[in-house]
């Protein structure tokens, strides 16, 4: 028997947290999240990760590791799962491009070991061009 169709109430929470995630414009954890929302919604943890379950699932957020912290995707199209990061040590910038020779060559080396990709998130860590001292 198929479950009846019934609209998601969590719709409304994943478009508040996307837009929280964007106008944070920056790698925020969860708690900065439920903090930036304080005034318009009181949210538990859970929610929000399930929140940003969700987005990341459908490509608008991206989930930093090394931080423990969630990112607005820049991009409106791409391979869900798949994203490079550059994250600044100093200043804490963090620039997410595209690179899709880098992410086709790390594909086709999965592919010849027989390994299936679930995600792939790409962190480079160092210092900004603003950051790096003039030689
Ligand atoms: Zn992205
Ligand atoms: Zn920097």
């Given at each position: ?8 109430p969590a719709e409304l929470q994943d478009r508040m947290i996307a837009g929280a995630l964007r106008e944070a ?45 969630f990112v607005a995707c820049r991009h409106t199209h791409h391979d869900t799962g798949t994203a490079v990061f ?50």
């Amino acid at each position: 028997m198929r479950k009846p169709a019934k609209r998601r109430p969590a719709e409304l929470q994943d478009r508040m947290i996307a837009g929280a995630l964007r106008e944070a414009g920056r790698p925020v954890s969860a708690y900065e999240l439920i903090d930036q929302l304080r005034d318009v919604a009181v949210l538990a943890p859970q929610t929000v990760y399930r929140a940003l379950g969700r987005l990341i699932a459908e490509g608008q957020a991206h989930r930093l590791e090394s931080l423990n912290a969630f990112v607005a995707c820049r991009h409106t199209h791409h391979d869900t799962g798949t994203a490079v990061f550059a994250i600044c040590e100093k200043c804490g910038v963090v620039s997410e491009f595209d690179r899709e020779d880098a992410v086709e060559s790390l594909k086709g080396w999965a592919k010849s070991r027989q390994f299936k990709i679930a995600q792939m998130t790409l962190e480079l860590r160092g210092l900004c061009s603003a950051c790096t001292p003039e030689s």
